[in-house]
């Protein structure tokens, strides 16, 4: 596509269910990205995926939090049993090369609410 | 810990005026420092800042880094309407940690 897409742009969930959060890449972006924002905070760092390499998983805040990217293209955002605090929009970037270049591309974010 | 902190967090201007927005930094290993404007949702890029004192433009928009200070400045003259958002300031490392951004509202 032309930009990064994320689906839902909305997600209200029950506290303890799971949730999976979906981006898809600009076309032939090697590199993608995964963000939360909550209010009034900047951006926090999650999990980068590049190429066929190992995710950097550095920025997950528990191991409720999890990712996949299949076939080097589209990914998804796995939160289980969500709790409140994880309410923020999440944001997926990609770039067309790895490594956090000076240009990542974002999407318009999920917004989730646990109630 | 890396930290990047920005201010003021909001700004409130007429349109007509001039605004500076700050970042300063704390981390190790500096690569860059990189501005985004966000409207609504999606961060956009505006600037990539590598060398202190060289200036970045475009159009009414332009940003400088001091890499001996540990920070960059974003300048807007001639704001308008349109310049309202959350500015994000970012320094890239071996990842990209963003500040808490500051807000800007543009008035009439």
């Known amino acids: 596509g032309a930009g990064v897409s994320q689906s839902p742009s909305n997600k209200v969930t029950e506290k303890g269910k799971d949730v999976e959060l979906r981006c898809d890449p600009i076309s032939g972006h090697t590199a993608l990205y995964w963000y939360r924002q909550s209010l009034g905070q900047g951006l926090e760092f999650l999990i980068y995926?590049?190429?066929?390499?190992?995710?950097?998983k550095s920025g997950l805040p528990s191991d409720r939090f999890s990712a996949e990217r299949t076939g080097g293209s589209v990914s998804t955002l796995t939160i289980q049993r969500t709790q409140q605090e994880d309410s923020a929009v999440y944001l997926c970037?990609?770039?067309?090369?790895?490594?956090?270049?000076?240009?990542?591309?974002f999407g318009e974010g999920s917004r989730l609410t646990v109630l | 810990e890396d930290k990047v902190v920005q201010s003021p967090l909001s700004l409130v201007v007429h349109e007509g005026d001039t605004v500076t927005l700050n970042c300063s930094y704390e981390v190790t290993n500096f690569r860059s420092l990189l501005w985004y404007k966000q409207e609504k949702k999606a961060p956009t890029f505006l600037f990539m800042l590598?060398?202190?004192?060289i200036e970045k433009k475009s159009g009414r928009l332009s940003s400088i880094l001091d890499k001996k200070e540990l920070f960059s400045i974003l300048n807007i003259t001639a704001t308008q309407t349109g310049d309202s958002a959350v500015y994000l300031c970012?320094?890239?490392?071996?990842?990209?940690?963003f500040g808490t951004g500051t807000r800007l509202q543009v008035f009439p």
């Open positions: 995926f590049q190429g066929n390499s190992a995710p950097d």
């Open positions: 970012a320094v890239r490392t071996d990842k990209l940690i």
């Open positions: 970037a990609s770039s067309i090369s790895g490594g956090f270049p000076g240009e990542l591309f």
């Open positions: 590598t060398s202190s004192g």
